[in-house]
């Protein structure tokens, strides 16, 4: 435990506030409309998050099952044989997730025990050189003396991960702690990535988003030596905690983030014996500490002793764009490091504009390449192909995210080269390699 007292001091100081756990009896409603009349019987359902009280003390795994089934009209939905209870939560607070009209949820509101309801949201996800910049430095120092996180278990709720990549190989990373209480599903563990299991409706804990594994590897990711993207940023890679071992609870998809999910990945990591928890997603604006599932079952984590860091988001700055704000969180913002990747477009005027890429800069040559807009097109999707040929295009975006699809068809189609537009104020990273492989680089 010396390990993790060590690594903690790397970060900034947690102010806890007095929280009550016992919240009044009653149901958050949603925020959308009321399901019209005559909607079919699968829209009428919707997912509901429900605390109730507790069982006796003791109760196992499977007694509170039971218990919870009790608040529910039956067990499967209908005709169409789904189950009702989706997750069961116990170590978060005492409570499921479950398909429900809002007939139903009437009826479970009235039984006794019922304590809260929310309905299900959808939330959102929010390098070689940064231990240098923070001054940590390989054998000697501080990160030295801390173990580099050595022993601590990290638990990620995220996409996923890629299990295979480079960041997550063991050497000299040691066993897992004896009391660690889960195992990887769909892939393979080892010492430096002890858990992986899904909570998004099936066991897949691979990551098709890319998110997972980012966050993974800042926060504990190997050392990995002579790494570098096209001999860009060469240096040796690592996260901030490289001795430590890393437990992904998949709990988002590329579309978003269920709450239900997110509680499901807490309470399972509670109950794992994870040492930190670090949660890269956004809570929803606006809503109080007491009405929030996840600034709830953070705050139970946190009483049992387990740091929750959580994502400050990637909007502003502006009044109350912060996510993630409850006291009893470690919310942690978006920096700057001391190095850019540049990249310029050099105009005939003489002029240069500057950006940033990753991909290998075009060797200079006597004959320029024309710049190619396209205001009906400029978005860069569907465009007329055939006049991007030998042309440099200039694209626009309205996302944080250069669509791989869409600069991988211009280039298809002989384009000499992409410059991305965007002017939105966000601190969201864009993925914007060309490649004959489906890759993101961030």
Known sequence: MASLTNLIILLPLLLLATFSPTPSLCYVGPSVARVHEGATQASAYRTYIVLVKPPPSGTNEEGHRRWYETFLPSSHIGESGEPRLLHSYIEVFS??????????????????????????????????????????????????????????????????????????????????????????????????????????????????????????????????????????????????????????????TAEGCQESAVLAGLDAAIKDGVDVLSLSLSSLAGVSFNKDPIAIGAFSAISKGIIVVCAAGNKGPTPRSVSNSAPWLLTVAAGSVDRRFDAGVHLGNGKRMDGEAFTPAIKPTSKPYPLFYSEEHRFCQNAYYGSVAGKIIVCQSTTPMARYSDISRLMGHGAAGVVLSMTKPLATPLFFRISTKREWCR
């Open 95 to 252: 409570g499921f997730a479950a398909r429900l009209t809002e007939a139903e949820l009437d009826a479970v509101t009235k039984k006794p025990g019922f304590v809260r309801a929310f309905p299900d949201r959808t939330l959102q996800l929010m390098t070689t050189h940064t231990p240098e910049f923070l001054g940590l430095r390989n054998g000697t120092g501080f990160w030295s003396d801390a173990g580099y996180g050595k022993g601590v278990v990290i638990g990620l709720l995220d996409t996923g991960i890629y299990a295979t990549h480079p960041s997550f190989d063991d050497h000299g990373v040691q066993s897992p702690p004896t009391r660690w209480r889960s195992s990887c599903k769909a892939v393979r563990c080892n010492n430096k990535l002890i858990g992986a299991n899904s909570f998004t409706g099936d066991d897949d804990s691979y990551d098709y988003v890319g998110h997972g594994t980012h966050t993974s590897s800042t926060a504990a990711g190997n050392f990995v030596t002579d790494a570098s993207d096209h001999g860009v940023g060469t240096g040796t890679a690592s996260g901030i905690a490289p001795g430590a071992h890393i437990a992904m609870y998949k709990v988002c």
